[in-house]
């Protein structure tokens, strides 16, 4: 195994218990004296530091790269309009660049033939990074009304430490953010619950993360007398890590944002458990 | 002809089990699933698929291995780390290739090549379905593994929700939406008459409402707002209504936490079609408070 | 002078389209000789994104001094704008000869802003 591995928290479904896993699991790791990192990855609405109630150290604009065109040195040919797969170039009497459009690809720059095109930075977040404890911590805020968050995720990531074990907490669904979340991970944790929704969308997680040859694992938050997802698991060869109970005092301290160990001694045992699960497979 | 849409910032507080007990108690309304990326509406409301179309969306590249020179002028260009170098089994020379989840179709790579081997097709993302349900007829989708570019998808969804609306003279489109504030959540509520969000009474849920608001204020969209479960935390609900208020947005009521959700969601079934209860009150006057709320409304401009 | 019209179908005699960023047809139209020229948009239909600003290019393209539509999202307007061709506003939907005879009788405003929310992004 390695000595610090990338671990990705990821659900499908939202609001399964992502966060609180991963949170909590970071809390365990560090009270066992253990190098830990925790990296929020839902950049569009991380909720990690509510929790974990970091100390921020370092903030950074994190930006991606938008043409500006030289208008003296433009020969208006219109290359750059026709190259750009977002629309983000308009040919009229000059080139007009829509800078919110741009995914920062700089195929423009590349075919300008008069060298006519730089790029300056557009702003779509933070990046933040500092500690809770003896906790590292890192986390993006994609600023509200960007409709990208890859481009911020990668630059979380790129925060990671090397030698701390990486705790990434990703954002609920199975598209792109997702997927720029847990490319490159060592093992991908699927916490979902014991409900119809809850099922669906991790099949739908297990089917986008296949591919990607990534090692998984599930967590059955809130369970209950349902067996359903456990059965999905057996018949998919998916390793079931822990099966976290359905307990109203768990919903009532999270929603006081507050970790479990104080006031549910016995979450201990469940991350001590959960953790010895996840290194057996790494 | 109105549309309104359900979305929640964060996620997991009950947007679709809500929409599906409204799409109960709408009369004429056409339903549309907007959470592309993880639709859960179509299992409680069962639809029978009348119509499936492909969607396709963006380019994706693919280097013909036979024709690379393995020079790597590729991944040098490639801005989105989806490109990487191999080496070929027969002669142990250096070959490239694109990591389709990672490639972001902007065609970089195919204009730098400089042996053209690099294809560019266009990417069939998911499909989309116009079916027949129990509450009346539903717009719905999914979005293939990996794929991206939802916004465009979800937009699809609404615009085919409301012309099947005025083909069908129904008055009102009732769209279940994403989680969070990127391209799909935009997607899903620019231009629309009304926006719900339904939240929680936890600090997550406060803080995400928070971000969320400022979309819909940035969109200049009415915004009504419910707390789902919110005897977990009575003064969190308190805190989150009266920050709703400050921010512009009206409270329409608060439902209960109760297992019988769970429990009608297991049986397929809308909490409003399993019977009278306290959740069903709850969920039926923030129907009633959310309508009422949108008709109180200035009419709308042109 | 040269306008294009937004139209729904290939003649004027169709209602117009109310939205030019996505509109089916557009008509371009000599208000002196009355000769019209229709030009199919159904690329833009399937448009990633910015179809709006792809309908300006093509209308700046056929060389229109003014639009005559119904709404024009933000990234069009200002599309439209850069390439100084002026938006005439129809407020609902009629056949494309009745807008264009209110137009040349000065009866339909100028829009000096977007008057539609822009779409996914």
Request: net charge neutral; glycine share 8%; with cysteine.
């Amino acid at each position: 195994m390695k000595p610090f591995p990338v671990i990705a928290i990821a659900s499908g479904k939202g609001g399964t218990g992502k966060t609180t896993v991963a949170v909590h699991l970071a809390a365990w790791l560090a009270a066992q004296g253990r190098a830990v990192q925790y990296l929020d990855c839902d950049v569009e609405e991380p909720n990690g530091h509510l929790f974990l109630k970091p100390v921020i150290d370092t903030t950074e604009t994190a930006s991606i790269p938008v043409p500006i065109v030289n208008a003296e040195a433009c020969i208006a040919c219109g290359k750059c309009a026709r190259v750009c797969e977002f629309n983000a170039i308009a040919m009229l009497k000059k080139p007009l660049v829509f800078p919110e459009l741009c995914h920062g690809c700089g195929a423009c720059v590349l075919v300008c033939p008069a060298g006519a095109i730089r790029e300056e930075p557009r702003a779509i977040g933070v990046v933040e990074s500092g500690h809770a404890g003896s906790i590292a911590f890192a986390q993006g805020r994609l600023n509200v009304g960007e409709p990208m968050s890859p481009p911020l995720i990668r630059k979380v990531k790129a925060r990671r430490m090397s030698e701390a074990i990486a705790l990434l907490d990703a954002p609920p669904g199975t598209s792109c953010p997702v997927v720029a979340t847990v490319r490159g991970a060592d093992f991908v944790v699927l916490v979902t619950e014991p409900t119809p929704f809850g099922l669906h969308d991790l099949s739908l997680a297990v089917d986008t993360l296949r591919p990607m040859d990534l090692p998984l694992g599930v967590i059955v938050n809130r369970a209950d007398e349902d067996r359903r997802v456990q059965a999905f698991c057996r018949d998919q060869n998916l390793p079931l890590l822990a099966e976290l109970p359905d307990d109203r005092r768990v919903a009532e301290t999270y929603a006081r944002g507050e970790l479990l160990f104080e006031r549910l001694p016995e979450w201990r045992g469940f991350f001590d458990t959960l953790w010895k699960q996840i290194e057996a497979r790494l | 002809m109105k549309e309104f849409v359900v979305i929640s910032g964060k996620g997991g507080t009950g947007k679709t089990s809500l929409t599906a007990s409204f799409a109960a108690l709408a009369r004429n309304a056409v339903l549309a699933d907007g959470d592309v990326d993880a639709a859960d509406l179509h299992l409680i409301l069962a639809p029978e698929i009348r119509r499936r179309t492909e969607f396709r969306s963006g380019h994706a590249a693919r280097i013909r291995a036979d024709a690379c020179l393995g020079c790597g002028l590729c991944a040098v260009v490639c801005r989105f780390e989806a490109i990487a170098a191999t080496t070929r089994p027969a002669d142990e020379t250096r070959v490239f290739s694109v990591d389709p989840s990672a490639c972001e179709g902007c065609g970089v790579c195919v204009w730098k090549c400089p042996v053209q081997a690099i294809d560019f097709k266009e990417r069939i993302c998911g499909e989309w379905f116009v079916s027949d349900t129990r509450h009346g007829p539903m717009v719905h989708a999914r979005l293939y593994p990996g794929a991206e570019n939802s916004g465009k998808l979800v937009h699809l969804v609404r615009e085919q929700a409301r012309q099947l609306a005025n083909q069908e003279n129904l008055d009102l489109v009732l769209v279940d939406g994403p989680p969070g504030t990127g391209c799909p959540v935009i997607a899903a509520v620019t231009g629309t008459r009304s926006v719900l969000v339904v939240t929680e009474p936890t600090v997550s849920g406060a803080h995400d409402l928070t971000r969320v608001l400022e979309l819909t204020n940035h969109f200049n969209i009415p915004t009504a707002i419910c707390v789902n479960k919110w005897d977990i935390h009575p003064e969190q609900a308190d805190r989150i209504e009266a920050a709703a208020r400050v921010a512009g947005a009206t409270p329409v009521g608060r439902v209960r936490y109760d297992k019988a959700a769970t429990a009608a969601q297991r049986q397929g079934l809308a909490v409003i079609e399993v019977g009278a209860s306290p959740l069903a009150d709850d969920i039926r006057a923030v129907w009633k408070n959310w309508i009422d709320f949108t008709s109180g409304m200035p009419k709308e401009t042109p | 002078m040269k306008v294009v019209i937004t139209s729904s179908a290939q003649t004027l005699a169709d209602p117009i389209d109310m939205h030019f960023g996505r509109a089916k047809f557009f008509i371009l139209a000599d208000t002196e000789t009355g000769k019209a020229v229709v030009h199919d948009n159904v690329q833009n239909l399937h448009a990633v994104q910015g179809a709006g600003i792809q309908s300006a290019e093509t209308v700046a393209k056929l060389g229109a001094e003014t639009v005559i539509t119904g709404s024009v999202g933000p990234k069009a307007y200002r599309a439209l704008q850069a390439a100084g061709i002026k938006i005439a506003l129809v407020e609902a939907v009629c056949p494309g000869t009745e807008a264009l005879r209110r137009f040349k009788e000065g009866d339909l405003p100028v829009l000096d802003k977007p008057n539609s929310e822009g779409h996914w992004v």
